[in-house]
């Protein structure tokens, strides 16, 4: 009981105090953290740096998804990274999270259970600190090979996993910026980390090879393929991977 009082604590103080450094805790299977964000949403930027913050830190143990949403389009700038499929996500999550069941920007999903205002760094962390002792996992392991710069091939190994999971699998460009002409970011030029440009859900989890298609990567040489497991009714996440791709 003391022991898990007092790594809490210390993982709260470092989250806090972003000017220390010392050796935070380490928990022994990832967050998922999911950020909803546009390009025409004045308010994104910041919580798109707490995400950037939150991968750059090598001693959190934090798998992070950044999915552009497409309903800001409409109001002055297309975000190139939008799609139609990550705003029905964020409208699914709605009605499946039980403390946050509006839809806006920005919004960051903990493991698939608690919603946030994602540029509420404090709430974000100490959300993150939360799942971290509650979480339940399910053991799955994946690698990926590339055959060439446009196509990669991602090895399942989840045999042991319940049916009652879909494993879901994401392409990643780790890094991307562009200037925005139009519309509420008008002049900026903005970065984004994580950034999902297609996602797929296996129903059943098995043991099975897929072809990737690495041509909706910016940078295919540096992306990567994210996979999860979310529960089918409740969308908890019980396990997420993460790995480069093989160039």
Request: hydrophobic letters at 35%; aromatic letters at 8%.
């Amino acid at each position: 009981m003391l022991h898990t009082f007092l790594l809490s604590f210390l993982f709260l103080a470092y989250l806090g105090n972003p000017n220390i450094e010392p050796n935070p805790p380490k928990f022994d299977s990832p967050i998922l953290v999911e950020l909803f964000t546009s390009q025409g949403c004045s308010s994104c930027p910041p919580a798109d740096q707490v995400v950037a913050d939150l991968v750059k830190n090598p001693d959190l143990n934090i798998i992070a998804l950044s999915f552009h949403v497409d309903y800001w389009n409409r109001l002055g700038w297309k975000d190139p990274y939008s799609q139609a499929a990550f705003s029905q996500r964020q409208y699914q999550y709605a009605e499946k999270l039980s403390n946050n069941r509006r839809v806006y920007t920005p919004q960051i999903v903990i493991n698939g259970q608690s919603g946030h205002v994602g540029s509420r760094r404090q709430e974000v962390r100490s959300s993150i600190q939360k799942a971290a002792t509650t979480k339940k996992t399910f053991d799955f392991d994946i690698n990926s090979s590339s055959g060439d710069s446009q196509n990669a091939t991602l090895n399942i190994n989840a045999a042991d996993v319940s049916n009652d999971y879909d494993l879901v699998i994401c392409l990643v460009d780790a890094q991307v910026n562009n200037e925005v002409p139009r519309g509420e970011n008008r002049g900026r030029d903005l970065a984004h980390v994580q950034v999902v440009r297609s996602l797929q859900k296996l129903a059943t989890p098995t043991s099975k090879t897929i072809n990737l298609d690495l041509s909706v990567l910016d940078h295919p040489a540096k992306g990567k393929v994210v996979a999860f497991l979310q529960h089918k009714k409740t969308w908890e996440v019980a396990g997420a991977k993460e790995i480069p791709f093989q160039q």
